[in-house]
């Protein structure tokens, strides 16, 4: 799909348009990068809490409630965990939790052919509205306020889904870094230690995980990423 992003305030209203931009199902999208990863030897420890990390003997050790592991290269990308991973090394990843609560409609005949700055239709018809963003730590419950409010918003857009029938509401946490900004690279005073993390850590996966290789890999990645270091916090 493509994007267009609405500004409003008393003063004006605008848009920007992207013929790049989109949205993707998270969940297809994770299921074939284990599925890709897993013909090429990758294994998985799923649900299972990373208890120590420490470095020893110039490598790394992850210690998890099923077993440790030991690499010479360790990626950070724990998403709204990283503050409570780099902790583990005393070192500050300043991510903070941002809740958004989505409403979800009955599936409806194909009508919205771009993706509105919350306002979008599923494949399947479904219309999700909403982008609340709510400094509520991990609290994913949903509340009335922000609802009617995503309500209105997408009744703004599209007066027709006045008549629309809502069929669920949920919530999500957001990563997202203290400045707004991706935080990505290598970490300050440790070799080969990286870390990954930003808000739409899902959509903008293609672009991180290729600048993360590239970095092992190779020493460098093909677009500047220094402004996003970690040590720009200090």
Do not use: W
């Not at 004006?12 to 994770?30: C, E, H, K, Q, W």
């Not at 420490?54 to 409630?65: E, F, M, P, W």
């Not at 006045?162 to 919530?171: P, Y």
């Not at 400045?179 to 290598?186: N, Q, S």
């Amino acid at each position: 799909m493509l994007c267009f992003s609405f500004v409003q305030s008393n003063l004006y209203s605008g848009a920007t348009y992207s013929s790049i931009d989109g949205n993707v199902n998270p969940f297809r999208l994770i299921d074939m990068y284990m599925r890709a990863a897993k013909r090429n030897g990758v294994q998985y420890s799923a649900y299972n809490k990373v208890t120590e990390i420490k470095k020893q003997n110039g490598k790394y050790l992850v210690v998890s409630d099923k077993g440790a592991f030991e690499c010479k290269n360790l990626i950070l990308a724990g998403g709204t965990c990283s503050s409570e991973i780099g902790d583990m090394l005393g070192i500050k990843i300043p991510v903070n939790q941002l809740r958004g609560q989505i409403l979800v409609s009955e599936p409806l005949k194909p009508f919205l052919n771009f993706t509105i700055s919350g306002l979008r239709q599923a494949n399947n018809g479904e219309v999700l509205m909403g982008y609340s963003m709510e400094d509520a730590g991990f609290n994913r419950a949903t509340t009335l306020d922000v609802i009617q409010e995503s309500a209105n918003m997408a009744v703004h857009y599209v007066p027709g889904l006045r008549k629309a029938k809502i069929v669920r509401a949920f919530s999500g946490i957001r990563a997202m870094p203290e400045d707004g900004f991706p935080i990505l690279g290598e970490v300050p005073g440790f070799k080969n230690l990286y870390v990954a993390a930003t808000h739409s850590g899902v959509t903008l996966s293609p672009l991180i995980g290729t600048l993360i290789i590239e970095l092992i890999m190779d020493g460098e990645t093909s677009i500047p990423i220094d402004r996003y270091s970690l040590s720009r916090f200090g």
